[in-house]
């Protein structure tokens, strides 16, 4: 945003942004601005503060209690300096409700402000400075359990001798979950977890530029902030089955320079840059990975701790039958024993590069492209795993203690388990990880223009991901191993197309084939041994593709917009 990339989605605020364009950017990016990126770009630019008054405003209403308004207003003060404001709320009811406590799940409930500021002192000096702030006070997505695979996994069967399913750490199932199997009733949800997903975010930004007879330079310096509370609840049902809560904090800093000119008697367009990145980045996350199990199935609790039992309704016969419904409201399961697990993480990410990129006519229709960026980037992490089973969780568990492999070194029930810890001497794991990589990116394309109205052109464009470590380790409590490293992910992209405006430029038609070849590239995969997601270098890709674009002005005022696309994606190996 007005150059500013940002590290975390969630924290991008973009409903704040007066936007005067957006440009989607295909394809890896890195020569021209800011952080390299390894499939394209959305460039969300801002409309400027003006130079006379002016303001605008939308209301929005709609079903359950949508309200929305956003507004901004723009101000000039004197001949230099020009401010705009702006400002947003949000609500949504969510669409679905909670039958044991009565809360609505996937609520909206954004305010937030923006101010921006353009001071232009001297025709070729102009500074603009932004800031923003907005807070999300919603509720997490609304989540059923539409079904129950009660066999055990390959891995646990094999290795553990288990014979029914279990959660990740061999604690078993509850027996009646399929109570709350749902088939006809998708709006209402059982979860167990509460109502809270909150995000605060908010940063500033300074663009200084200066237009210089023989180069322009540009200075952009930003600082974003983010912190998020969200709770998901992965097994759909009253039970603290395998409930999840996830607390982020965030800060990051960049410093871009770029400074581009003309040379060569204006046959060379040529820019060069730097960009420096840092992220600090702390996040704990808690995932209950197993219950005992209600005291007595047909009672609830008052959440409110006075004790107070509520009977349930008599549940309807067999699976997928309507769940029993509590008789008084705001109630809860009476037994939340849990055993969590809980991983503490701190990454600190400073990134390093300069980049160029050089335009040159090499005829009066024939222009080259050349584009090179050289990265070094650096990751530091920091663990802190646990296992928490001060509930007693694992006394349940039918697995003789004998079959895993650290007897002697737990006991049951166990109490503090560490993995990857500070704490934790006697399994010798490291708790920090460093690694620092470097890439150099190019950028190669020629340009041939037919005639005024019609551009053809090729390109070869390389990109580059940094790796890094996986969140969790891969199970050190029952494998002594290490936090499994990634390795850093590349991408190949050739593309051919046309650009032509025809008609008096009322007609416009672009099209471009494509083909993208990734190397080493970084998937999500499902450990069997650990049952926990982790990301891997999985193999190699190609993406395959054409598109076509139309857009036409037949008569004043009217626009006419077409896109079409294709795609042929394969994995050439996965492993």
């Known amino acids: 945003v007005d150059g500013v990339y940002l590290g975390r989605v969630q924290g991008s605020s973009i409903d704040l942004v007066d936007i005067e364009r957006i440009e989607v950017l295909r394809g890896p990016q890195g020569t021209l601005f800011g952080r390299n990126t390894i499939g394209g770009a959305v460039n969300i630019t801002s409309r400027p503060p003006g130079d006379s008054f002016g303001a605008q405003g939308r209301l929005t209403i709609g079903s359950r209690e949508r309200r929305e308004a956003q507004a901004s207003v723009n101000v000039p003060v004197g001949d230099t300096l020009a401010v705009t404001a702006s400002g947003l709320r949000k609500q949504q009811d969510g669409w679905g409700r909670n039958a044991l406590t009565g809360e609505t799940f996937g609520d909206v409930d954004i305010t937030g402000g923006r101010v921006a500021l353009r001071w232009t002192p001297t025709p070729v000096f102009t500074a603009s400075i932004a800031g923003d702030y907005a807070e999300n006070r919603g509720s997490p997505s609304h989540t059923v359990l539409t079904g129950i695979d009660r066999a055990p996994s390959p891995a646990a069967a094999a290795t553990l001798r288990v014979t029914h399913k279990t959660s990740p750490f061999l604690v078993p199932m509850p027996a009646d979950m399929e109570r709350y199997i749902q088939t006809a009733d998708s709006r209402t949800n059982f979860l167990s977890i509460p109502a809270i997903y909150n995000t605060d975010a908010g940063g500033v930004s300074a663009t200084l530029e200066w237009q210089g007879d023989a180069a322009t330079v540009k200075a952009i310096s930003a600082w974003r902030t983010l912190e998020q509370v969200n709770w998901s609840d992965f097994d759909g049902s009253p039970y603290a089955f395998y409930d999840s809560s996830n607390d982020l904090e965030q800060d990051q800093f960049s410093q871009e320079l770029q400074v581009n000119g003309r040379g ?21 996350v808690t995932v209950c990975l197993g219950t005992t199990g209600p005291v007595a199935t047909s009672t609830l609790q008052n959440p409110d701790g006075s004790g107070r039992l509520y009977n349930l309704t008599p549940p309807g016969p067999g699976p997928g039958r309507p769940p029993p419904e509590p008789v008084a409201p705001a109630a809860q399961i009476l037994d939340p024993r849990c055993m969590d697990s809980s991983s503490t993480i701190d990454l600190d990410v400073e990134s390093l590069a300069a980049f160029t990129h050089n335009t040159f006519d090499l005829t009066d229709r024939l222009e080259a492209v050349v584009g090179l960026r050289y990265t070094v980037e650096t990751k530091n992490q920091r663990f802190n795993t646990f296992l928490d089973n001060r509930d007693g969780v694992l006394a349940f568990t039918p697995v003789p203690i004998a079959v895993l492999p650290f007897p002697g070194r737990l006991t049951v029930p166990a109490r503090i388990v560490p993995q990857l810890s500070p704490a934790n001497t006697a399994l010798r794991i ?97 450990n069997p041994q650990t049952a926990l997601f982790e990301t891997r270098n999985a193999g190699e890709a190609e993406i395959l593709g054409a598109e076509a ?27």
Request: hydrophobic residues 40%; proline residues 3%; charged residues 25%.
């Open 549 to 575: 674009e139309v857009l036409a002005a037949p008569v004043d005022g009217v626009i006419l917009n077409l896109g079409i696309g294709w795609l042929d994606a394969e994995y050439k190996t996965l492993r």
């Open 264 to 284: 060569f008697g204006d046959r060379l367009d040529w820019l060069v840059g730097g960009y420096f990145f840092k992220e600090d980045m702390r996040n704990t």
């Open 430 to 526: 490291p708790t920090t990880y460093e690694e620092t990589w470097t890439d150099l990116s190019t950028r190669f394309g020629l340009n041939y223009r037919v005639s005024d109205d019609i551009l053809v052109y090729a390109s070869y464009a390389e990109g580059f991901k940094s790796g890094g470590f996986n969140g969790r380790g891969d199970n050190a409590v029952l494998s002594n191993s290490n936090v499994q490293p990634f390795d850093p992910e590349h991408v190949t992209t050739y593309e051919a197309g046309a650009k032509t405006e025809l008609l008096d430029r009322r007609l416009r038609l672009n099209g471009a084939v494509f083909l993208s070849r990734y190397d080493d590239i970084q998937l999500l995969a499902l």
